[in-house]
């Protein structure tokens, strides 16, 4: 081999030794380099990493240092993990199981309750606004219980199915932190996960609204999870279910109400009938006719009593009232009274001879009430079948003073035509209306022409209201003069006058003054007349019941159409928590010496069991504490450096064993961190 043999190696040189053959070594073993090993380069030292720019203000005056923090990256990256990634599963169906449960629980009440008014509604009524159901004989509304325990239901399930819901948000958590770019998916701040917690253990409308209100303020300030608005939007609508359901039930228990219908056969047979032994001959003078009859005037009977009908005209009927609570319809009889005023024409200072009294004083001619014969029909209408034999008699009241009443008409007509002569002495305190009442010397006095008309009438009575079912009939006429009767002996005209007093002479005009006073005369005419009544309630052959007659529930359907909508959906929701739950996937997380858990059951327990906190907070001696800083508690940015949560396995300081709980990360991962 050619050597230059000069000091400094020129470039002639240099060519010559790379234009020189190879050197000619003996032969030796070749080696072989084996590059099929893990190659793994050291960690760089702390002060080559690069180290994130500080934002701060720069003294360029083009420079906008927010517009440069979003365009700026950082730098630093995490080496991709060499471990493989973790094996996903589902929990046990157990841990669900409680939302199953209240959904078919919650279920069954409700198809029991559309069965039972289904199934038990089935009477027949016009109102067309309420289900009747039959209740049972143990004198106990079913419907209304079965709607106390469905509500009573609802309102214990909400904190257990809302516990179930925390599998839900923690699975949501957890898929969250394990995206690909974590940077565009914001997760809970400790303020957040505070709230979430709240709501999910709480389970109460104030945490819900507290959620609310911060979700409002906090738009536009800092990114809220999904998972924060899963846990408001599950709580919300189970809440709102809950409270839905209790103020519909107040509103069912406000509505429902019961009727206790009498039974075909005591409806038919049941009568309100002329006593033809009430008395041995004329009742004139019967104590006992009378007395009865004045006491049915005053409401102060135990058998009868007398109703006006507004809807009839203001007919006067006698009702029974030895049976109450009753829907019922029976035969009664009617007096109808339809009065002309005649003070103008009868006053002194105006009396001309068309008044009644001008021309003949003594029109003293009462009616006569004997032991008339009466054929009662199968319906109980009380008919004559011949004219009363009584002669009339001259009634016991002097005519020249007082209160009167005179018939203008024979035994032999119906309506009854009657005139009558108010007087209320010594009524200085009385200002008489014009021309229906005239004040002579102190005392206020009124005259007018009436007709009475007496009926037959088919009595109805429906949830407590009195209507007549049919056309009223008129009585024969020779039967009409025996209702008329003690009416003309003059014992109930104290009375009269004392009622009138108070309508009559406050009426503000003359219409109401007359129509007062056709409502007071018939009432009376009626109450003395029905003295001579009995209630006839015969004896019938029935198959004795066990028990008391079942009562009829009344229940109105918008209230129970909506109470069961709510009640439905409640069920749908808890089925549709117990599928969202039990189709959850999480990675398993394993620990030597315990069993394999799933990470959402491990998540879930932060958020509804307080025990978790407590144990990060004071650990068992030779653990260290988990480092917690208040403030940091309720301090929310979007700055990358304010603190988010992750929910994982993670050593909270050096030396100690890893464990699964809740830890804060300084800030949002980049991309190319995530790679």
């Not at 050291?42 to 180290?51: C, N, S, Y």
């Not at 990256?73 to 209240?102: C, D, E, H, N, Y």
């Not at 879930?604 to 907070?617: E, F, K, M, S, Y």
Request: charge should be positive; proline fraction near 9%.
């Amino acid at each position: 081999m050619a050597v230059c043999a000069c000091k400094p190696i020129p470039v002639v040189c240099l060519l010559r030794l790379m234009a020189s053959p190879p050197p000619q070594y003996p032969s030796r073993a070749q080696l072989s380099v084996d590059v099929n090993f893990e190659k793994s380069l050291p960690d760089a030292p702390a002060l080559l990493t690069p180290q994130r720019k500080t934002r701060g203000t720069s003294p360029l005056p083009f420079f906008h240092p927010k517009r440069a923090a979003l365009r700026e990256q950082r730098l630093t990256f995490r080496k991709k993990s060499i471990q493989p990634l973790p094996v996903l599963g589902r929990m046990r169906w157990t841990f669900p199981f409680p939302a199953l449960f209240i959904a078919v629980l919650v279920f069954i009440l409700a198809t029991f309750l559309l069965l039972y008014l289904a199934v038990f509604g089935r009477v027949p009524t016009p109102d067309h606004s309420a289900i009747y159901v039959s209740e049972p004989l143990t004198r106990t509304l079913l419907g209304l219980t079965l709607t106390t325990i469905s509500t009573h239901a609802v309102s214990i399930t909400v904190p257990f199915l809302l516990s179930v819901v925390a599998y839900s948000v923690a699975g949501k958590w957890v898929r969250e932190q394990d995206e690909p770019n974590p940077t565009h998916v914001p997760l809970p701040t400790p303020l957040q996960y505070g709230l979430i917690a709240k709501m999910l253990t709480k389970a109460n409308i104030p945490s819900a609204m507290q959620a609310g209100q911060y979700l409002r303020l906090a738009r536009g300030r800092i990114r809220v999870p999904r998972a924060f608005y899963l846990a408001l939007g599950y709580t919300s609508l189970i809440l709102g279910l809950s409270l839905a359901l209790i103020l519909v039930d107040v509103w069912i228990h406000a509505a429902v109400s019961v009727d206790f219908p009498i039974s075909r056969d005591r409806g038919a047979s049941f009568t309100i009938a002329f006593n033809e032994s009430a008395c041995s001959g004329s009742c004139l003078n019967d104590t006992a006719t009378q007395s009865k009859g004045l006491r049915i005037a005053s409401n102060s009977s135990e058998d009868l009593a007398i109703v006006t009908l507004s809807d009839a005209s203001d007919l006067a009927v006698v009702v029974p009232q030895t049976v109450q609570n009753t829907d019922l319809e029976t035969p009664s009889f009617g007096v109808l009274a339809q009065c002309e005023n005649l003070t103008p024409i009868c006053a002194p200072a105006t009396r001309s001879s068309a008044c009644p009294f001008a021309v003949n004083p003594s029109l003293a001619q009462g009616g006569g009430l004997s032991s008339a014969s009466a054929s009662m029909s199968r319906s109980g209408s009380a008919r004559t079948s011949r004219t009363s034999n009584a002669v009339l008699p001259t009634p016991t009241a002097s005519l020249s003073s007082g209160t009167t009443i005179l018939a203008t008409s024979g035994s032999g007509a119906n309506p009854q035509h009657v005139v009558v002569r108010l007087r209320w002495p010594d009524a200085d305190n009385w200002v008489p209306l014009s021309g229906v009442a005239s004040n002579v010397d102190g005392d206020v006095f009124s005259w007018a022409a009436c007709a009475l008309t007496f009926s037959n009438v088919t009595l109805q009575r429906l949830r407590g209201e009195y209507s007549v079912a049919a056309e009223p009939t008129l009585v024969e006429p020779a039967f009409a003069s025996v209702m008329q009767g003690p009416l003309l002996w003059q014992f109930g005209n104290l009375q009269l006058s004392a009622n009138l007093q108070a309508t009559m002479l406050s009426a503000p005009d003359e219409t109401s003054a007359i129509a007062a006073l056709n409502q007071g005369l018939a009432r009376l005419s009626l109450a003395l007349f029905s003295g001579t009544l009995q209630v006839i309630e015969p004896a019938i052959q029935r198959t004795p019941s066990p028990g008391p007659q079942p009562a009829l529930g009344r229940y109105p359907i918008a209230p129970l159409t909506i109470y069961l909508f709510l009640l439905f959906t409640y069920a749908l929701t808890a089925l549709f928590v117990y599928i969202s739950a039990a189709r959850l996937q999480a990675p398993i997380i394993r620990s030597p010496g315990r069993p394999a858990a799933n990470a959402a059951q491990l998540t879930q327990l932060r958020l509804t069991d307080p025990l978790a906190h407590v144990a990060a907070l004071y650990p068992s001696p030779g653990h260290a504490v988990a480092p917690e800083d208040v403030r940091e508690l309720f301090l929310e940015s979007e700055d990358p450096d304010a603190p988010r949560l992750e929910a994982g396995v993670r050593a909270p300081a050096p030396g100690v064993q890893p464990a699964f709980g809740v830890y804060r990360r300084p800030g949002p991962w980049s991309g190319i961190e995530s790679g």
